[in-house]
């Protein structure tokens, strides 16, 4: 997919906080190597920087553009460009951290068990991701495709929620694991602006379908998906609107 740094970081508050609180919870005095996976234009990276400064450092992103601004920020960190799917650690590291960025891939039922394989023993995974998939935020992107005149283009990309429910990921990885601990936090963010919502997705979640569109589908698009979500996510009389989003969050200790 093609990134778009300033639409993802319009958002950038609230797309930080569950990183915050995830990064709250790792018990780690000083790791020697972290390894920051779907770094983005390296947000989370800063924290981790802040947090662990003589750590050797590497986020590792697929969007060429978000690692741009991620080494304008940063430029004392390493920036690897590489799809997830393919990457493994080129040295075993103290600390594995994912923010919002392995729902984009699929096959958790082997990708989790071999992110482990790039942990030294005892070092530490820590995943966070979105898990508000059958939120109407998610299920108008259906109920657009299926509508409207691109329905042809579009439904191919439709498919099951790519983050399973919090047993599934104790089955996998328990076995694999000193301690574990897997839990859930449902997030009430006050949005604000012209339809929020459908501008929060525009920088994720709509990326391939509007990459699959025209440019002169987008707002055809766009428009219908915004009027259906206006109902689900109603503007309040102080002009905020309230988007409920659930994550998915996973810490654990490599055996």
């Known amino acids: 997919m093609s990134w778009n740094p300033e639409q993802y970081l319009r958002f950038s508050q609230p797309r930080l906080r569950p990183a915050i609180d995830l990064l709250g919870r790792i018990a780690l005095d000083s790791p020697q190597r972290i390894y920051d996976l779907g770094c983005g234009a390296g947000n989370v990276t800063a924290l981790l920087r802040a947090r662990w400064p003589a750590a050797a450092l590497t986020g590792v992103d697929s969007s060429a553009a978000m690692l741009e601004k991620a080494a304008t920020a940063l430029p004392h960190v390493s920036w690897l460009q590489q799809s997830l799917d393919q990457w493994r650690a080129e040295a075993a590291a103290d600390l594995i951290f994912s923010n919002a960025a392995l729902h984009w891939l699929g096959d958790h039922e082997h990708l989790f068990p071999r992110l482990l394989t790039s942990l030294r023993a005892g070092g530490v995974l820590a995943v966070q991701m979105p898990r508000n998939f059958a939120a109407p935020s998610h299920t108008l992107i259906a109920d657009t495709v299926r509508a409207g005149p691109w329905r042809s283009q579009l439904e191919s990309l439709l498919g099951p929620p790519p983050v399973s429910e919090p047993a599934f990921y104790y089955s996998v990885l328990a076995p694999l694991s000193q301690t574990l ?75």
């Open 181 to 255: 601990d897997i839990w859930e936090t449902e997030y009430l963010q006050v949005l604000s602006g012209e339809d929020p919502v459908k501008e929060w997705t525009k920088g994720t979640a709509l990326i391939p379908y509007l990459q699959r569109l025209s440019p002169a589908q987008h707002r055809p698009f766009e428009s219908d998906y915004a009027q259906r979500l206006r109902t689900a996510y109603p503007r309040r009389a102080d002009g905020t609107t309230l988007f409920p989003f659930k994550r998915l969050f996973i810490l654990l200790q490599r055996k």
